[in-house]
Structures are given as C-alpha cells and as structure tokens.
C-alpha cells in the first residue's frame, strides 16, 4: 500500500533562517506531489506541484520554493524565513497515471512556527 | 472555472443530532466532488468522493453526501452524531487539470455537544 511520509512534525525557527521540509512517497511510482499552506483557521493554499523529476510549478509569488530530486521526493525550501511563513505545511500525491477523479492523499502535516 | 463555497464556518450540533454541512459548486464541465476531514494537528483524510454513477454517496464513518446538480450542492450528512465527529471538514472539487489539481473550501468546523 502507498504511504506518505512528512517531517518534521513540528519546527521553531528565527526569521532570517533557512527552511527546509521534506516528503516521500512509498508504494507507487511517478506520483504527482504537491505542497499546500493552511494558515490558522483557513482553508488550504496551494504553493507548489510537481508532475516529475524537477517539474515545479509554483502556483504562487513567495518566499519559497521546492525541489523534486528523486521521482519520490518533494522538499520545501526557503533561504530566509519571514514571519508570515508561519503555518501548518501538508504534502499531498495522487497517481501520476490517474485522471481529474482522483482524491489527493495527504501526510500529516507539518506545524511552522517563525520566532 | 471550478470554484466550491462551504456555508457556515462552524456548525455545532448535539451528539446524536443530524449533522448537514453544506457545499456547493460552480463548474463548466461535470464535476469530480470530494469531503476531507481534518482532525487538529493532521493531514486531510478522505471521507468521500464523486465522479459518475449513483448521485448518493456514502464513506467512511457513517457520513454521505447527495451530488445535486440542479441545485449544485454537495452536502455532508450523518444521521446521528457522535462526539469523535469534532473536526475540520473540507469540500473540493476538481480543476480537471492533468496534474489532478482540486480546490477547497475554506472548510467548516464541526463541534458536537455532549
């Protein structure tokens, strides 16, 4: 079965320092992968998807970016961070071989607090 | 362009009560509909989902949903309640990209009364 995996769970940084997240996905091959943002109390925002091997698109202006080095692998990164990254930071894939009916699946997640 | 509207940003019902979360759609093609639920400090997981066929759907935990398309709505219904229902619920529908891309809602939190 396919699993997604997350971490870390939780992180405390200052502002200025660098960020980095990271996603896998196990048991299935070609995944899309996307990142998504969830402020506090708000409904999700999504920063970056990825359909391959160093295939980003980035879906809004900010201060972060992402990379897909390895077919299975999602990273989140930022040089420096600013206050307004503080979040809550979800990984999600659907089968790259799937069609618009698929369900996404979602990692548990990843609470961002910027001192 | 797809778009989903979630009315009610917090429902609270007794436990054992009917539970109705409200949803509706705006798409220019037939839609593909999906209900999250989110527990604090989790990922989404997914309760349910359309795409054709039977208009009725079920999923886990007892919950369902009806896709009406005259009225476009797709609510989330539970007949009765329970306490461990307490959580953030999301609609989404799908943007029919080939990167399967869906939009959500701005979510509904749910609160069961003992």
């Known amino acids: 079965s396919q699993t997604i995996h997350q971490w870390p769970a939780t992180l405390v940084q200052p502002v200025g320092s660098p960020l980095s997240l990271e996603c896998t996905v196990e048991?299935?091959?070609?995944?899309?992968l996307y990142w998504y943002r969830q402020a506090a109390g708000r409904g999700l925002q999504l920063l970056f998807y990825?359909?391959?091997?160093?295939?980003i698109s980035s879906e809004v202006p900010q201060n972060l970016s992402a990379s897909r080095p390895q077919d299975r692998q999602f990273i989140l990164s930022s040089k420096k961070l600013l206050l307004s990254d503080s979040g809550f930071y979800l990984c999600?894939?659907?089968?790259?071989?799937?069609?618009?009916?698929?369900?996404?699946?979602f990692g548990d997640g990843t609470r961002l607090s910027i001192l | 362009a797809q778009s989903v509207t979630q009315l009610g940003s917090h429902v609270s019902v007794s436990e054992g009560a009917l539970v109705l979360l409200r949803c509706n759609y705006s798409?220019?093609?037939?839609?593909?509909l999906f209900w999250y639920v989110q527990y604090p400090n989790q990922g989404l997981q997914l309760l349910l989902k359309?795409?054709?066929?039977?208009?009725l759907v079920k999923g886990i935990n007892g919950f369902e949903a009806e896709f009406k398309k005259s009225e476009t709505s797709f609510h989330l219904t539970k007949p009765s309640a329970h306490m461990s229902d307490a959580a953030e619920y999301f609609c989404?529908?799908?943007?029919?990209?080939?990167?399967?891309?869906?939009?959500f809602g701005s979510g509904t939190r749910l609160s069961i009364r003992p």
């Open positions: 048991g299935t091959s070609n995944p899309n």
């Open positions: 999600a894939w659907t089968s790259g071989q799937s069609g618009s009916n698929q369900p996404q699946h």
């Open positions: 798409s220019s093609v037939p839609p593909y």
């Open positions: 989404a529908v799908s943007l029919y990209s080939s990167a399967s891309k869906i939009i």
């Open positions: 990825s359909v391959g091997i160093g295939q």
């Open positions: 359309y795409t054709t066929g039977a208009t």
